[in-house]
């Protein structure tokens, strides 16, 4: 599908795009049907080759507005149309198009001018995303794209919660969903929206098949990490051997050293496959450095 690195325009937290030099080159250069049970942002499959895409994330948001730019694929104008007039209609930043932050702002919040200029606008758009049917997945990906870290947060009672961050519509922005429509116009791409488990019992899985996992990390904080526990994290691998078992091929990611946290449980179970080093950084929402730590990825193919 790609020949130079897309990264997808969602900005996914977890998203594996700075990792996929490292990664691509160990995934089978023939695929019949690539299956990602846990696409999330998608830069994976953007810069995966192969004749059908069998693509899944738990997560409604994520799968609504992969679906929406999948389907804006065939008419970006009117994407942009509509997403232009949100940003010109509420007064945000776009310096892909023009700069509108007053100077003296940019010397007074030198590190977060983005944020101080765009919290009210952003406000306004949120509120009214919140008082609406949340069906207008314009204003949506806006939210995404100017929230704090991008992320898609809601809470108990369904509102968008996320503060705004100190981001801009930019030039990345444009680019990154600009290589998306360009990604997925012609590929053969079904979506779903089921728990991982239910999405293998629907596709059936073969030996043309290849599949890679990106599932939540059990010994990392994250928000998308809440939803995994060691009883999934066991599921997980059982999975995997019938799969193996089956002659299906599979590649892994995992994390399996974290500060002096270590997965025993998915440590131990790697030791009957390949396994890749990743050199690897992670921010966490709940603190926003830079944590070293071993991320692996695994493979029931290839040289061991």
Request: aromatic share 16%.
């Amino acid at each position: 599908m790609a020949n130079k690195i897309i990264r997808s325009p969602l900005f996914y937290v977890g998203d594996k795009y700075k990792l996929l030099n490292e990664i691509l080159p160990f995934f089978p250069k023939e695929i019949d049907r690539f299956i990602e049970p846990f696409t999330g942002g998608g830069s994976v499959f953007l810069n995966v080759n192969a004749k059908k895409y069998l693509l899944n994330d738990i997560d409604k948001n994520v799968y609504l507005l992969h679906k929406f730019l999948i389907k804006h694929s065939k008419k970006p104008n009117t994407f942009f149309k509509e997403v232009e007039k949100i940003i010109f209609d509420y007064n945000l930043s776009r310096s892909y198009k023009e700069d509108i932050v007053p100077l003296d702002l940019k010397i007074k919040h030198k590190k977060t001018y983005y944020a101080k200029f765009n919290r009210e606008s952003f406000n306004k758009l949120k509120s009214d995303f919140n008082n609406s049917e949340h069906d207008d997945l314009y204003k949506f990906y806006v939210l995404l794209i100017y929230g704090f870290n991008r992320m898609i947060r809601f809470n108990r009672s369904g509102e968008y919660n996320l503060p705004v961050g100190n981001v801009d519509f930019n030039n990345n922005v444009v680019n990154a969903l600009e290589s998306y429509f360009k990604s997925v116009k012609t590929a053969n791409i079904e979506f779903n929206n089921l728990d991982y488990l239910n999405f293998l019992k629907k596709v059936k899985p073969n030996k043309n098949d290849f599949l890679y996992f990106d599932p939540p990390y059990l010994i990392t904080f994250s928000e998308y990490n809440k939803l995994w526990n060691e009883k999934n994290e066991i599921d997980l691998i059982t999975t995997l051997d019938k799969l193996n078992e089956s002659g299906v091929r599979f590649a892994v990611s995992n994390v399996t050293h974290y500060k002096k946290k270590e997965n025993g449980i998915f440590n131990n179970w790697s030791k009957n496959y390949n396994v890749i080093p990743i050199k690897s950084n992670y921010i966490s929402y709940h603190d926003n450095s830079i944590k070293t730590f071993k991320e692996v990825l695994i493979t029931n193919y290839g040289k061991r």
